[in-house]
């Protein structure tokens, strides 16, 4: 297994990205290669200890950042260290590259350069939600703000075959993000899609209001990628508003801080719950090879936790997987 980061990728790199490729490289025993400006990550490889034959870097001489137009710079940037993650991914077999930089240029490149599995239309960015029940696969969180029926039919496939193989979820509920749990409920994408996802051989289970969707009562929640950016987004603003409130409220007073002391275990669990360190990153699902996009905020934990699925993805083969059952469908 060839597993890749991009040292220069998301608003702490290189230092986060070195320091978790290293944490990554000791507790999973994997040779973790680093592609980026070669001087500075030898730099911060100096402070660190690890075995010299888990860590390699790759130079790379541009940066592509969030401000450029995705493709162009896909295009033009060719020594940047994203595209050259991108290409080792495309030209050699059981490779994966994880990314915590632009969002749109690891999707264009995803495509351009990697290309799609034959018969997926679109690939979709797969986040996990916390929930009360522990967590629910989100898709499309952003790739795709535009969507027509069949790219939610296939959003729904890749996720339970994702859900099922790597995550443990046996036969996974599948349910569409809606403005209500009829089925005639919504707009012409989302009526539609209820009946090529009725007809769909998956755990549909129907509709879901976003209210509804923290609950846990479903395992992947299929949307088109505006609708799916702005629940993710919403849920991260709502867990960071509780926990400020709850932080101010317990200050306001001694008595407050006192009852703060007995809840700590309570609020320490909580927060480890939302922390999006914890779960690692999102899987470009539908992409001829393995791609993990880490959360742009990355620390050094996240890095490391991205690598920890970047492995299982591809000890799972998710890819070959949904190769398969794309071919079984059409059959």
């Given at each position: 297994m060839n597993i890749?980061?991009?040292?220069?990728?998301?608003?702490?790199?290189?230092?986060?990205?070195?320091?978790?490729?290293?944490d990554a490289s000791k507790e999973f025993q994997k040779k973790i290669t680093i592609i980026g400006d070669e001087a500075k990550i030898h730099e911060l490889l100096k402070k660190e200890e690890y075995r010299k034959d888990l860590i390699e870097v790759i130079p790379s001489s541009e940066i592509i950042t969030n401000n450029e137009d995705p493709a162009l710079a896909i295009r033009r940037k060719k020594q940047s260290s994203l595209v050259i993650g991108l290409r080792r991914v495309k030209e050699e077999e059981d490779s994966v590259l994880v990314s915590a930089g632009s969002t749109g240029a690891l999707l264009a490149g995803g495509t351009?350069?990697?290309?799609?599995?034959?018969?997926?239309?679109?690939?979709?960015?797969?986040?996990?939600?916390?929930?009360k029940k522990g967590f629910a696969l989100l898709l499309d969180s952003g790739a795709n703000v535009d969507c027509k029926p069949v790219y939610l039919q296939q959003f729904a496939i890749m996720a339970s075959i994702y859900a099922e193989d790597l995550l443990g979820i046996k036969n996974p509920k599948v349910a569409l993000a809606n403005i209500g749990i009829e089925e005639k409920k919504g707009n012409e994408l989302t009526k539609e899609s209820y009946q090529l996802l009725k007809e769909t051989n998956i755990n549909f289970v129907g509709n879901v209001e976003a209210r509804?969707?923290?609950?846990?009562?479903?395992?992947?929640?299929?949307?088109?990628?505006?609708?799916?950016?702005?629940?993710?987004?919403?849920?991260?603003?709502?867990?960071?508003?509780?926990?400020?409130?709850?932080?101010?409220?317990?200050?306001?007073?001694?008595?407050?801080?006192?009852?703060?002391?007995?809840?700590?275990?309570?609020?320490?669990?909580f927060k480890k719950k939302m922390d999006y360190t914890e779960v690692g990153g999102a899987p470009l699902l539908g992409i001829k090879g393995g791609i993990i996009k880490a959360h742009g905020s990355s620390n050094a934990k996240?890095?490391?936790?991205?690598?920890?699925?970047?492995?299982?993805?591809?000890?799972?083969?998710?890819?070959?997987?949904?190769?398969?059952?794309?071919?079984?469908?059409?059959?």
């Open positions: 890749y980061v991009d040292g220069m990728g998301g608003d702490h790199a290189p230092d986060a990205v070195v320091k978790g490729c290293v351009l350069l990697v290309g799609r599995i034959k018969g997926i239309q679109r690939p979709a960015l797969t986040v996990m939600l916390p929930t509804d969707i923290l609950q846990g009562d479903v395992d992947i929640i299929v949307c088109d990628g505006f609708a799916g950016n702005m629940i993710l987004k919403a849920t991260e603003g709502v867990g960071q508003f509780l926990m400020d409130a709850l932080k101010e409220t317990i200050m306001s007073s001694t008595r407050a801080k006192i009852g703060g002391l007995l809840l700590k275990p309570a609020l320490k669990e996240a890095i490391t936790s991205a690598i920890k699925q970047a492995i299982k993805y591809q000890e799972e083969k998710i890819t070959m997987k949904i190769s398969n059952k794309v071919v079984e469908i059409k059959e």
